[in-house]
């Protein structure tokens, strides 16, 4: 199975409420990276969390990162209509200086207005 | 899309033929990659490059070639397309390898 998967798979939330998706990864980290993806267009990148960090910031986006689990959680506050859309988690594999960033199946994310 | 185009957006083809995917940017940014998407596979490297003539292969390569003749452009062609290779194709470009990623719209190909 791929580094990076993401539960749940499928989220239905009311506009307003808070959405929680999770990942788990298999080995050793140098950083998480959470991506979003809407419908027909390409990922783009919400937030990275360095391995010695342990929560982070971004607006609306909480992210946590524990390491010991190998687990990683991004929190969407308040959520909109605007936020139906697929969340990706991203690891590198700490395993050299290769171009490979390992990217889970993703959580479908869609917030009824 | 951070200044990336994917040339064409959508192209079907058939199978056997040679199929030439065009990224280009205009942030100079030194990274480059190649991904697809296929449901049930998420997204999966194929090839990447550090700079001009410098490329290395990803997780997917097999049936792939890339160039990169100037740091602006970044080529994918399929040398024999087979249905295998029917997919979304993305390029992607980044500052620092492997982070903060910056990708295009995609190509849709079929390989009929």
């Known amino acids: 199975s791929q580094q990076g998967e993401e539960d749940p798979q499928a989220l239905s939330i009311q506009e307003g409420e808070n959405a929680t998706m999770n990942c788990s990864y298999k080995t050793s980290i140098n950083n998480l990276q959470w991506y979003r993806q809407n419908s027909g267009r390409g990922l783009v990148h919400l937030i990275l969390i360095r391995s010695n960090e342990r929560e982070k910031h971004s607006g609306r986006l909480r992210v946590t990162l524990d390491t010991s689990k190998k687990s990683s959680s991004l929190l969407i506050t308040a959520s909109r209509a605007a936020d139906t859309a697929s969340y990706f988690c991203?690891?590198?594999?700490?395993?050299?200086?290769?171009?490979?960033?390992?990217f889970g199946q993703g959580t479908t994310l869609q917030v009824k207005p | 899309d951070a200044g990336i185009t994917q040339s064409p957006r959508h192209k079907v083809t058939e199978t056997g033929t040679p199929v030439t995917l065009r990224c280009h940017q205009t942030e100079n940014h030194r990274y480059m990659y190649w991904y697809r998407q296929d449901p049930g596979h998420g997204l999966r490297l194929i090839h990447y490059s550090y700079g001009v003539k410098d490329t290395d292969k990803g997780e997917v390569s097999d049936g792939y070639s890339v160039s990169r003749s100037k740091t602006e452009d970044f080529l994918l062609t399929l040398e024999s397309a087979t249905s295998s290779q029917t997919s979304v194709y993305f390029c992607?470009?980044?500052?620092?390898?492997?982070?903060?990623?910056?990708f295009g719209s995609g190509t849709q190909l079929s390989v009929l």
């Open positions: 991203a690891t590198d594999d700490n395993s050299g200086n290769t171009g490979k960033l390992i």
């Open positions: 992607a470009i980044s500052v620092v390898l492997r982070e903060k990623l910056f």
